[in-house]
């Protein structure tokens, strides 16, 4: 790792006002509906647990994990699961979770996966949407903070495996 230090971003107050607000819009949009809402490991696992707490459609849950691969370019990467889901999606409508949507490349090869799968309907809910930097076109549901460049850690997202543990989002200065 590189020497750096971490800058204050969004506090654990804001995440939390933001996160109570994107579970209001959930509540409304399924309210007695068949939920189950994924969580993509390991960097959403923060923000899935907190959401979770406000939701009161009583989901079910599951917990997917990625792996992507080689790619000199960005572009080029090539993506797998690593973990795939354990209970039936078949006819339920899906709510993915996941941390940042960056280059979009991630949650497309996602949302096309789970849509092979006869599902209701598939949202996606990002805590941080790097809009600017999209190369694969992904459509957002539900989105906590919009952010137009930097690195950043804290509330599951890591640099190197550290920082998850943090109840706040720092950028990483190099
Ligand atoms: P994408 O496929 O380029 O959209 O990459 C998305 C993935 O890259 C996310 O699931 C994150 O795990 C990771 N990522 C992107 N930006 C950041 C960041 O600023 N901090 C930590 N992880 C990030
Ligand atoms: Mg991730």
């Not at 230090?5 to 068949?34: F, Q």
């Not at 994924?38 to 917990?63: H, N, Q, R, W």
């Not at 993506?79 to 354990?86: A, G, L, R, Y």
């Not at 490349?105 to 309907?121: E, G, N, P, W």
């Amino acid at each position: 790792m590189k020497p750096h230090t971490l800058r204050l971003l969004y506090s654990s107050a804001e995440i939390d006002a933001r996160v109570r607000a994107i579970a209001e819009e959930i509540n409304m949009r399924y309210a007695g509906e068949p939920l189950v809402v994924i969580c993509v490991l390991k960097g959403a696992f923060m923000f899935f647990s907190d959401l979770l707490k406000y939701i009161t459609v009583k989901p079910e849950i599951d917990f997917v994990r990625l792996a992507s691969y080689g790619g000199g370019i960005e572009s080029s990467r090539a993506i797998s699961f690593t973990k795939d889901v354990e209970i039936s999606l078949q006819g339920k409508h899906i709510l993915l979770v996941e941390d940042v949507v960056d280059s979009g490349i991630t949650m497309s090869f996602m949302l096309q996966q789970m849509q092979a799968r006869q599902v209701a309907s598939i949202a996606l809910a990002t805590l941080v949407d790097k809009q600017e930097r999209r190369e694969a076109c992904v459509s957002i549901d539900f989105s906590g903070f919009t952010l137009s460049d930097g690195f950043i850690v804290g509330y599951g997202l890591d640099y190197a495996e550290k920082y998850r543990e943090l109840p706040a989002i720092y950028v990483v200065d190099l």
